[in-house]
C-alpha cells in the first residue's frame, strides 16, 4: 500500500538557521510528489510540486525540494528561516496512474527568536 | 482564476443536531472535490471525494454523508453529530488527478 511518513512530528529552529524537512513515500513508481503548508485555523496551501524532470524544485516562500529516487524522498528546504514559516508541514504524494492523494501526518516547525 | 468557498468558518452545535457544510467551487468545471477532517494534532484524513454530479466515494464509514448537487457544489452533512465529529474540515478541489488539491479555509466544528 502506498504511504508517506514525515519522521519529525515537531522540529524547532532559530530565526535565520537553515531548514529541512523530511519526507519519505512508498510506491511501486515516482509518484507526483507536493509540499503544503498550513497556518493555524487555516486551510492548506501548496508550496511546490514534482512531477518530472529536475529533481530540485523550487517552490514560494523561498522553498525548495529535491526528489530523490534512489531514498524514496521528497525532503524540504530553505535556506534561512523567518518567525512567519512557523506552520505545519504536509508532504503528500499522489499515483501518476490516478488516485488519492495521500498524506503524511505533518511536521509543525516552531521557528525561535 | 479559480477560487474556492467554504463555510461557515467556525460552528458549535449540540450533540444529536443535523449538520450542513457547504463548499462551492468558482472558475473552473467539472472539478474533483474532496472532503477532509483534520482531528487535533493529527493528520488529513479524507472522508468523500466526488468526481463528478451525483459520484460520491465514501472512504470511511461514519456518521456523515456527502453530495454534489451542482457541478461546482460539494456538502457535508449529518442527520444527528456525535462528540467525535468535532474538528477541522476542509474542501479541497484538483482538476485532474495529475494536479494539486487546492484547500478552502476550513471550518472548525465543535460538537457539544
Do not use: M
Amino acid at each position: 500500500a502506498q504511504s508517506v511518513t514525515q519522521p519529525d512530528i515537531h522540529i524547532t529552529v532559530s530565526e535565520g538557521a537553515s531548514l529541512e524537512l523530511r519526507c519519505n513515500y512508498s510506491y511501486g513508481a515516482t509518484p507526483y510528489l507536493f509540499w503544503y503548508v498550513q497556518s493555524p485555523g487555516q486551510g492548506l496551501q501548496l508550496l511546490l510540486k514534482y512531477f518530472s524532470g529536475d529533481t530540485l524544485v523550487q517552490g514560494i516562500k523561498g522553498f525548495e525540494a529535491e526528489f530523490k529516487r534512489s531514498q524514496s524522498s521528497f525532503n524540504l528546504r530553505k535556506p534561512s528561516v523567518h518567525w512567519s514559516d512557523a506552520a505545519e508541514y504536509f508532504c503528500a504524494v499522489a499515483p501518476t496512474q490516478g488516485g488519492k492523494l495521500i498524506f503524511g501526518q505533518g511536521t509543525e516547525l516552531s521557528v525561535k527568536p | 482564476s479559480q477560487t474556492i468557498h467554504q463555510w461557515p468558518a467556525t460552528l458549535v452545535q449540540p450533540v444529536g443536531s443535523p449538520l450542513s457544510l457547504e463548499c462551492t467551487v468558482e472558475g473552473t468545471s467539472n472539478p474533483n472535490l474532496y472532503w477532509y477532517r483534520q482531528a487535533a494534532g493529527r493528520g488529513l484524513q479524507l472522508l468523500f471525494y466526488s468526481v463528478g454530479i451525483g459520484q460520491i466515494s465514501s472512504e470511511v464509514p461514519q456518521n456523515l454523508s456527502a453530495s454534489r448537487p451542482q457541478d461546482r457544489q460539494f456538502i457535508l452533512s449529518s442527520k444527528k453529530l456525535l462528540l467525535s465529529d468535532s474538528g477541522f474540515y476542509l474542501c479541497a478541489w484538483r482538476r485532474d488527478y495529475g494536479s494539486p488539491l487546492h484547500f478552502g479555509n476550513g471550518t472548525r466544528l465543535t460538537v457539544t
